[in-house]
């Protein structure tokens, strides 16, 4: 098989992935297309591997660790959602922007010293 | 002990009596007062010794190297002949009477120990001055003294009044000594050393290059110590400080420290006749200025301020016209008499609760209250008016003698000008001195009106002191024969051409002004200004603060009363509203300098406050509006972070294989 398939397969899995992550508003879904994301990187391993006849097959092997390693990070960020949408009753991403500073607040100075630098 | 010994021990005294009162006076109230008194009575004793053993002999001139300098070095140096001698004990003996009369004066004064601390360590830089003979260690004692100086005239820091004179009284002699401090260097720098001895060994073999540029020099800082024209107008304002005070520091020794110094250098000044008509022009003006100044002032104690500054005029002319021996004469015996005015005013102040002789004059009894004062102070006015045979005849017609023999020219090298200057302004000066004394003399003791209250008898301490006083202020005349053998072997007795028109002029003074009295005093009862607000029984130091934080509000001005019964008033004639206030000096000194100051003060506010704070401000401006801006990009999405994040690796990768693959850049 020609090595073209796996590796368009994967580029159009990572850019599924790639436009879950950045567009869905569900933060489940998000997981979800890292997931697609980390298999798209998957496959890419596997196929160079076959390709490349490693003989200590190091692509698989690494295939492995990024397997464990996603299942991990996965029951993570299912744990942390979670707990988001206990704490809020929504567990949309587009709303959890407590750690942006608020409008306004920041601005500090009662009065913007506008004329400064014309009098200068 | 050898002379050395004692003569140095004669300034250390009251400096660790100072140090000692500075340092146990919170902790050890009951040493306070020995310690005042018997340091400055043991240097008093000292100096006598000093005296004794000097005899009038040749000078003895012993130095210590202090510091090399680089080029010229500072000595730690000991001069001592007849004047340092003589006037050591001057120092010495009015010190001790100012520490004795202040332990009763003051008794219940809080401040008592650092004033009485303030005043040995002022003691102890006057004896520095009177016997170093080095120009450096007489500066630090000359600086000493006037700090000294600022500290007790602000005494009574709760007036306004003192508050105001202690800060005029140090930065006018500050502006003196700036020019004071050049012309040491400039003098050390032509002689090659800050010794006295040195520096007149160079003048004698005419090795100074600008005489007439140090000599004027030198005389700006003599004229703000010793309070003469232009920089006269601290001394009367520095009354506001406490009595003793005013009798050792502005009569007796810290004013005379700028005509000892000018008497030390004479031939400095001797070497350059513009410098001698510019010193006689000046005694001049200040000895008539003051005479007419002190015949309209209503407070006793700005009479005698003035009557202080017109003889200290006596004292430069006398030097103007080349002759230290009678100068240095009138400084000793105006200092014993002025210092026995100064405490006997005192004592009238707190016997009359008053300080303003327009209340006084409508007092009747004063004299019988207070005999002691009374028969002193008359006596010390008599001294002052120069009538013989008390000592400030012999002094003046010694001066009036000295400056008649340079304007007839018999005196080698001083300008005839400088002597006819000296003479004329000497004998109307007189001729006013006697005016005020007897104005003063009538006015607070023949007063008539109420009786004076009775605050029962004054303290021993002070009445003895005036005793003391009283000694030399009839006697110090008699030595008149014995002094020139101290000083430079001019004669010092009066010549009859002098005393004749000296004591002549100081009848028709006294005369005039008792006619004039006669004549005004039956207005006294139909204008009642005399208004007493302290209390009865305050004791002497808060009956003066009380008296003079009142003048001003009870009489509208701290100088003058509107008083018709005035005979001064009558003797001036228009000119009485503007001696009254100093002939407006301090008006011209407001307009020449006070203002521009503050005008200047607004500018550098103006600027730094609108022009460097804007900077200041623009500086802070300019990051805050940038921080701004960058904050928009936060919106707290996610997604956009990552978004961002991924356009930025996209530039870079595609940037990084466009550099690899050589065709970028």
Request: proline share 5%; net charge neutral; glycine share 10%.
């Amino acid at each position: 098989m020609h090595l073209v398939y796996p590796a368009v397969l994967a580029v159009l899995l990572f850019c599924t992935g790639l436009y879950g992550v950045l567009a869905r508003r569900n933060a489940i879904l998000v997981l979800m297309s890292v997931e697609l994301m980390l298999n798209a990187v998957n496959l890419n391993l596997v196929a160079f591997d076959v390709w490349l006849r490693d003989t200590l097959h190091t692509g698989q092997a690494l295939t492995l660790f990024t397997i464990a390693i996603a299942a991990a990070e996965i029951g993570i960020g299912l744990a942390i959602v979670l707990l988001v949408y206990r704490n809020r009753g929504s567990s949309d991403i587009d709303r959890l922007r407590d750690l942006a500073e608020q409008a306004g607040a920041g601005d500090g100075d009662p009065q913007p010293d506008t004329t400064a630098e014309a009098a200068a | 002990m050898t002379l050395t010994t004692t003569a140095v021990l004669v300034p250390l005294l009251p400096f660790l009596g100072a140090a000692a009162g500075l340092l146990l006076g919170r902790r050890a109230p009951g040493f306070v007062r020995p310690l005042a008194v018997l340091p400055t009575l043991a240097a008093a004793a000292l100096a006598v010794t000093v005296a004794i053993g000097q005899g009038g002999g040749p000078a003895t001139d012993i130095a210590t190297r202090l510091t090399p300098t680089g080029s010229i070095p500072i000595d730690l140096a000991l001069h001592i002949d007849g004047f340092a001698a003589l006037l050591a004990v001057l120092v010495g003996i009015v010190a001790s009477c100012v520490q004795l009369y202040s332990t009763a004066y003051l008794r219940d004064d809080p401040r008592y120990p650092s004033y009485a601390a303030l005043v040995s360590l002022f003691t102890s830089a006057m004896l520095l001055v009177v016997y170093t003979g080095d120009l450096m260690l007489l500066l630090v004692g000359w600086e000493v003294m006037g700090i000294c100086s600022y500290f007790l005239v602000g005494h009574y820091w709760e007036t306004e009044a003192a508050r105001a004179a202690s800060l005029k009284a140090f930065l006018v002699t500050k502006l003196g000594d700036v020019p004071f401090l050049f012309g040491i260097f400039a003098l050390a720098a032509d002689a090659g050393t800050f010794r006295i001895t040195g520096i007149l060994g160079t003048v004698a073999s005419g090795g100074l290059d600008h005489p007439t540029l140090i000599a004027l020099l030198l005389l700006a800082g003599v004229a703000g110590k010793s309070a003469q024209f232009p920089l006269h107008t601290w001394l009367p304002d520095a009354m506001a400080g406490p009595t003793p005070v005013s009798a050792l520091i502005h009569a007796a020794t810290m004013v005379a420290a700028g005509i000892y110094v000018v008497a030390r250098l004479l031939p400095v000044f001797a070497a350059s006749a513009a410098a001698l008509v510019v010193m006689a022009v000046m005694a001049a003006i200040t000895m008539v200025g003051s005479g007419l100044a002190a015949l309209a002032q209503d407070d006793i104690k700005r009479v005698l301020a003035y009557s202080t500054v017109g003889q200290l005029g006596y004292m430069l002319g006398a030097l103007a016209v080349g002759d230290r021996g009678a100068a240095v004469f009138h400084l000793i015996s105006h200092g014993a008499f002025k210092a026995l005015l100064f405490l006997g005013a005192g004592v009238i102040i707190h016997a009359a609760g008053t300080n303003s002789l327009a209340a006084m004059s409508r007092m009747s009894g004063l004299a019988r209250r207070i005999p002691d004062a009374y028969w002193t102070v008359t006596v010390g006015l008599l001294a002052l008016a120069a009538i013989p045979p008390f000592a400030g005849f012999f002094s003046k017609e010694a001066v009036l003698g000295a400056a008649e023999h340079a304007a007839t020219g018999a005196a080698h090298g001083i300008p005839g000008a400088a002597g006819w200057t000296v003479l004329v302004s000497g004998l109307l000066t007189a001729l006013l001195t006697a005016a005020y004394a007897t104005r003063l003399w009538l006015l607070a003791f023949k007063g008539t009106g109420v009786e004076a209250p009775d605050h029962g008898p004054q303290p021993v301490a002070m009445n003895a002191v005036l005793w003391v006083l009283f000694l030399p202020t009839v006697a110090l005349g008699l030595a008149a024969p014995l002094l020139p053998g101290w000083f430079d072997g001019r004669s010092l007795a009066p010549t009859l051409t002098t005393s004749v028109l000296g004591t002549g002029v100081a009848l028709v003074g006294g005369l005039v002004t008792y006619a004039a009295w006669r004549h005004t005093t039956a207005l006294a009862a139909r204008t009642p200004i005399g208004v007493v607000v302290t209390d009865p029984d305050a004791p002497p130091g808060l009956a003066e603060e009380t008296a003079i934080a009142t003048h001003a509000p009870v009489y509208g001005s701290i100088a003058g009363a509107p008083d018709p019964a005035d005979p001064g008033r009558l003797l001036l004639g228009p000119l009485q509203p503007h001696a009254a206030v100093g002939f407006h000096l301090d008006a011209v000194y407001s307009a020449l300098f006070v203002r521009p100051v503050r005008a200047a003060a607004s500018l550098v506010r103006f600027l730094d406050r609108e022009v460097v704070d804007t900077y200041v401000r623009g500086a802070a401006a300019t990051p805050r509006w940038l921080g701004a801006a960058v904050r928009r990009a936060q919106t707290g999405n996610v997604q956009t972070y990552l978004g961002a994040l991924l356009a930025g690796s996209l530039v870079l990768a595609v940037a990084a294989v466009l550099v690899a693959t050589g065709t970028g850049a």
